[in-house]
């Protein structure tokens, strides 16, 4: 009986010990499934409070299909850091965006320029002649010894928006510049925009300087000035047509040139200054309102004025918190966004639109607002009865135009595309800065409008990141110790489980 029960007791001991070499291989083993399934299959859940780790969609997508390499050259701030506290923080941004992207895409190399690192430096200098500190610099490999660059400032008020005193970040458009800077040095060749000149309309050179620079850094589109009368067809190359404001009437043979233009599949962007009854007393007459009737909008009279609702007092500036169902309004409406519009006319749909076309409103102004038709210098500050008031969704002040073709048009879409603003000046630099900073809310709705008519709907809206409330701060220190405690605290929290079990158990 005595040897039986010794027997036994070995037999238990045995077994209690097995039971722990098997928890503790059946645990290994799964932590390491877990990480080989991690490595070749990446998803990352950002929680913390500013998504700091989160990426637009559009970017993981325009990363995944990168082909060809791209590097990142990081260089800090020198002195000007101690001028701008909120720098400390943005440049932390940058390093946790440039090492997602980093994940996404094995084309993207970064590296830090800094007194450690020559030979970066050197490599850097070959590039570019100048260097200036506080600043990101593109690399593109386009093959055979080719390279193409691109150099990008760090600035408060483009890159991010903080308080240089207290270092707090309000905004940061990091991810959207960073995108730019990739595209500008892996795309083929720019895109070109038409912009039409000789009828008193706003040029890069005078009046859309802040657009032509912006659309060029952000999006690599560069703006050319066309005159209609010149030609009988819009060049090949054109992506887009950009009439800005004009101020005299337009000849029948320069419509000619446009319809055709579209019949081929073309997009045009239209912004007029409102129509008055009394003429050119101060709205021009153009004809464009004859023109657009064949696509089944038009122009009101008058322009819309607001005493509720408007920009520093200025019953004339309305800002259009309210968007139509249109593929250039993707997201704004969650982002709590707000176009500025300054001296805008109703834009509506005619009575009888013709049944190739698609009439589609973007934005509206308030249902406080209603349609002036006097002197500009002599608005009422309210309506008093004889004006056409705005009803509850309030009225129309842009409007987005799909006109399907009989065939492919040059650009192999199946449809043309006209997308019309009540409001030249919205386009004008005195518009797109305020107090000395760029308004990036039109900015970026303009951008998204010319991604629409250059039939880019999958880059339409990036979001910008407002940080807001930071209670969980995760520096890349405390990731790397998270990162351990996980790899090796784990499986030593389990090995001393289980001993634990098999000495209680002993006794």
């Not at 320029?113 to 506080?134: G, R, S």
């Not at 925009?193 to 620079?213: C, F, K, N, P, T």
């Not at 990036?440 to 008519?453: A, D, K």
Request: glycine share 10%; with cysteine.
């Amino acid at each position: 009986m005595g040897d039986s029960m010794k027997k036994w007791g070995r037999k238990g001991r045995m077994m209690q010990w097995l039971q722990v070499f098997l928890s503790i291989f059946f645990l290994l083993a799964i932590l390491l499934g877990v990480n080989i399934l991690a490595r070749d299959h990446y998803v990352r859940k950002d929680m913390t409070s500013d998504r700091s780790f989160a990426l637009d969609d559009f970017t993981k997508k325009m990363l995944s299909s990168l082909d060809r390499d791209v590097t990142l050259y990081l260089v800090p701030p020198g002195p000007q850091q101690g001028q701008d506290r909120a720098l400390g923080p943005v440049w932390q941004k940058i390093h946790i965006l440039c090492g997602e992207f980093q994940k996404r895409s094995s084309r993207i190399r970064v590296k830090q320029i800094t007194e450690a690192d020559p030979a970066a430096m050197e490599e850097l200098k070959q590039h570019f002649e100048v260097l200036v500190t506080n600043s990101i610099y593109f690399l593109g490999d386009q093959g055979g010894e080719r390279y193409s660059i691109k150099a990008l400032q760090v600035k408060r008020g483009k890159f991010y928006d903080g308080n240089p005193n207290t270092g707090e970040v309000i905004n940061f458009w990091g991810e959207r510049w960073l995108v730019a800077g990739i595209r500008s040095v892996t795309m083929a060749q720019k895109r070109i925009v038409y912009s039409v000149i000789g009828h008193g309309e706003a040029s890069a050179d005078q009046g859309l300087r802040v657009l032509m620079r912006f659309l060029e850094e952000r999006e690599g589109i560069e703006l050319r000035p066309i005159v209609l009368r010149d030609i009988t067809r819009i060049p090949s190359d054109a992506t887009c047509v950009l009439i800005p404001g004009p101020r005299r009437a337009f000849s029948v043979a320069e419509f000619d040139v446009l319809e055709s233009y579209l019949g081929e599949g073309g997009s045009l962007f239209l912004a007029l200054y409102p129509l008055s009854k009394r003429g050119e007393e101060w709205g021009p007459r153009t004809g464009f309102n004859e023109f657009l009737k064949g696509y089944g909008i038009q122009q009101g009279l008058g322009f819309v004025c607001d005493a509720i609702e408007n920009y520093r007092g200025d019953v004339r500036f309305i800002p259009a918190r309210r968007f139509g169902g249109h593929p250039i309004n993707t997201g704004v409406q969650n982002l709590n966004t707000t176009v500025t519009l300054p001296y805008v006319s109703v834009v509506e749909k005619i009575k009888s639109v013709p049944p190739y076309c698609t009439v589609t409103p973007l934005l509206f102004s308030a249902p406080t607002s209603w349609e002036e038709q006097g002197r500009v210098e002599q608005v009422r500050p309210r309506p008093d009865g004889e004006e056409r008031l705005a009803p509850d969704d309030g009225m129309p002040v842009a409007m987005a135009v799909s006109t399907r073709l009989a065939k492919p048009g040059r650009n192999g879409r199946e449809d043309a595309r006209i997308v019309f603003w009540g409001s030249a000046q919205a386009l004008g630099d005195a518009n797109l800065v305020s107090m000395g900073y760029p308004n990036v809310e039109n900015l970026e709705y303009i951008l998204n409008t010319f991604r629409w008519l250059m039939g880019e709907e999958k880059q339409i809206s990036i979001p910008p990141k407002r940080p807001g409330q930071r209670p969980l701060d995760l520096t890349p220190d405390v990731l790397n110790r998270i990162k351990w405690i996980t790899l090796l605290g784990f499986p030593a929290l389990g090995l001393f489980v289980g001993i634990l079990a098999w000495f209680l158990r002993r006794k």
